[in-house]
Each structure stands twice: as C-alpha cells, then as structure tokens.
T-cell receptor
Framework: AQSVTQLDSQVPVFEEAPVELRCNYSSSVSVYLFWYVQYPNQGLQLLLKYLSGSTLVKGINGFEAEFNKSQTSFHLRKPSVHISDTAEYFCAVREGYTSGTYKYIFGTGTRLKVLA | NAGVTQTPKFQVLKTGQSMTLQCAQDMNHEYMSWYRQDPGMGLRLIHYSVGAGITDQGEVPNGYNVSRSTTEDFPLRLLSAAPSQTSVYFC????????????FGPGTRLTVL
C-alpha cells in the first residue's frame, strides 16, 4: 500500500518570504500525487496535481510542486507567501485500483502559519 | 451547483447515542466517501461507495455504517457513539472513471461526551 509522509507538522514563515512544504511518498511503478489546502473551518480543495508529464506542476494561488522520482518527493513551494496562505496543507497519493475505484491516501498535514 | 453539502455543521452527542451525518452531492458523481480528520493523523477513509447500492469499508470503518440508496446521498450512521469518534468528518465525491478531482464538503464537527 502507498503511504505519504509530511515531516513538518507546522511551518511558520514571515509574509513575503519563500516557503517549502515537504512531502515524501512510498515508491511505486506509477504514482499520482496531489496537494490539497484546507482553510480554517472549511473543507479541502485541490491546489495542484501531478499525473504525468512535466515534473514541475503549477497550481492555484502561485503554488507549485516538483515531482522527484529518485527522491520519491513532491514538495510544495511558493516564492512569496501572503497572510491569506495561512492554512493546513495535505499531500495525497492515489492508491492502486481496487473494488471499482481508486482511493487516496493523505498525509498528516502541515500547518502553514504566515506571520506579519 | 451546490457541490457537496453536509449537515449538521456541529453536533454534540452523549456516549451511546446514535445519529446520522448527512452528505449530498449534485454533480452526479458515482464515487462518494467519508473521511475523519484527527489532529496529527490527517484524513482517514471510513467508508466509500462507487455507486448506488454499493458500499465498502475504508481504513477505519468500525463503529460506522453507511448505505447508498441514491446517487446523490451517502449518509454516515453512528449507532452507539463513543468519545473516540470525536472528530471532524468530511464527505467527498468524484467520478470513478480515469483521474477525477475529489470534491469535499465543508465538514461536520462531532463531539462525543
């Protein structure tokens, strides 16, 4: 079974500074990877996804992630954060096809706190 | 489109009480699922369904029942609530074919005393 590791539970960063949120996954022949964002008291929404092709994936709100197969990583980056980026970020991987569908495995989340 | 809706938003139960968390989607998605979110544990899959009349267990199914009588609705039942079920519950839906984005509801915050 697939697994996802987000080593940083909390990341404080000052406004306009760059940020990187780390995600590592267990190796597989093919892998689909995702980043979701959860703003306070809201559900999750998709930030970006890697299915195939270019290893640099751009998402919404200026975020991007790079798929690195050799390091089994999919780190999320933003060159300059805003206060409004304060949220919890989840990395997820799609599992293999079973019981009529694909299921998703989520990491434990990283809480990004942007400081003024 | 309303997307994925969940009711109630908040609920407090006493140990042993039963209740049903409601989830509905208006996107005609075949796949629906329930997750629970606990601090430091991310989202864990409770039950899922790939279509009306078809349900299956996820990672943490104990203490929960589901049914899927229509494409739109996927209620989650707690038959005898326990404090360990205090959590935030999210419902999600997507199409089953190929890659499709999961859409999440706003969540239900449940406290069991």
């Amino acid at each position: 079974a697939q697994s996802v590791t987000q080593l940083d539970s909390q990341v404080p960063v000052f406004e306009e500074a760059p940020v990187e949120l780390r995600c590592n996954y267990s190796s597989s022949v093919s892998v689909y990877l995702f980043w979701y964002v959860q703003y306070p008291n809201q559900g999750l929404q998709l930030l970006l996804k890697y299915l195939s092709g270019s290893t640099l994936v751009k998402g919404i709100n200026g975020f991007e992630a790079e798929f690195n197969k050799s390091q089994t990583s999919f780190h999320l980056r933003k060159p300059s954060v805003h206060i409004s980026d304060t949220a919890e970020y989840f990395c997820a991987v799609r599992e293999g096809y079973t019981s009529g569908t694909y299921k998703y495995i989520f990491g434990t989340g990283t809480r990004l706190k942007v400081l003024a | 489109n309303a997307g994925v809706t969940q009711t109630p938003k908040f609920q407090v139960l006493k140990t042993g009480q039963s209740m049903t968390l409601q989830c509905a989607q208006d996107m005609n998605h075949e796949y629906m699922s329930w997750y629970r979110q606990d601090p430091g544990m991310g989202l864990r899959l409770i039950h899922y369904s790939v279509g009306a009349g078809i349900t299956d267990q996820g990672e943490v199914p104990n203490g929960y029942n589901v049914s899927r009588s229509t494409t739109e609705d996927f209620p989650l039942r707690l038959l005898s609530a326990a404090p360990s079920q205090t959590s935030v519950y999210f419902c999600a839906s997507k199409r089953t074919s190929g890659y499709n984005e999961q859409f999440f509801g706003p969540g239900t915050r449940l406290t069991v005393l």
